[in-house]
């Protein structure tokens, strides 16, 4: 990406060495925080571009960043970033499935923020590299690549290849490494309402208000309760 753009997504402070990247990322509800843990990440993937865990770790922050930057332009360069920094991961350690993922996850935002012409550009290579860490690590982030291909199917138009029956298969299949998983529940009720079973629907995501928080992930499944919340009252009025 060019360097004024990423100079606008990390601010213009250079990261102190002190600074404890993880430690802020945790924090990453903080999008201040979550800039200086990117900026750490940054300033090691540039010292070294072959250092495997700041890119993975910088395709992860950019994916957090670009789905809660203050401004479209923003958000649009924090994915432009998490897809350089993904492949970075890939080329540093094809084996490892993290490259792989996050780059999905990073294309798949910039596609659904360009709109259509990027989602049928993008829509094959993120079903291809979900399909690399299938293959490498079924449990990757208890179940993410079953729980990610699951919504590729839901988001994709049928005529492009979706199918809510495959998206149920893959959803159900990330439950068995997570079955108190939050935004699987979620997602897997969105699509059991698109297919019309209602009533099921209703049932998780009435099991999502009693579920705990995962540690490694609290700030997302706050967001995922909320929109399971919004979701259930929808349903319970129709």
Same mark, same amino acid.
């Given at each position: ?28 509800? *903080?999008? *201040? ?110 179940? *993410? ?35 108190? *998983? ?57």
């Amino acid at each position: 990406m060019a360097c004024w753009a990423l100079a606008v997504l990390l601010g213009s402070s250079t990261p102190l060495a002190a600074d404890d990247a993880d430690a802020l990322y945790a924090n990453r509800t *903080s999008l *201040s925080d979550a800039r200086r843990a990117a900026a750490v990440w940054q300033a090691q993937l540039t010292a070294n571009g072959s250092d495997f865990t700041a890119a993975s770790k910088l395709a992860r922050a950019s994916y957090w960043l670009g789905g809660h930057l203050e401004t479209e332009a923003l958000r649009i360069a924090a994915f432009e970033s998490g897809m350089e920094a993904a492949r970075k991961a890939v080329a540093a350690q094809p084996s490892r499935p993290d490259g792989y993922f996050w780059l999905a996850a990073n294309m798949g935002g910039f596609a659904e923020l360009k709109g259509m012409r990027a989602g049928l550009k993008y829509r094959s290579p993120i079903r291809e590299n979900l399909q690399k860490v299938l293959a490498i690590d079924p449990a990757f982030q208890k179940g *993410s690549p079953d729980r990610a291909l699951g919504r590729w199917y839901f988001k994709v138009p049928g005529l492009f290849g979706g199918s809510n029956a495959k998206s149920e298969q893959h959803l159900r299949a990330a439950l068995t490494y997570h079955p108190a *998983s939050i935004v699987t529940r979620l997602f897997l009720a969105e699509t059991l309402a698109d297919m019309r079973r209602k009533a099921e629907a209703i049932t998780l995501l009435r099991e999502i208000e009693a579920l705990p928080l995962d540690p490694d992930w609290a700030p997302e499944d706050r967001e995922f309760k909320e929109q399971a919340k919004v979701m259930l009252a929808t349903l319970q009025t129709r």
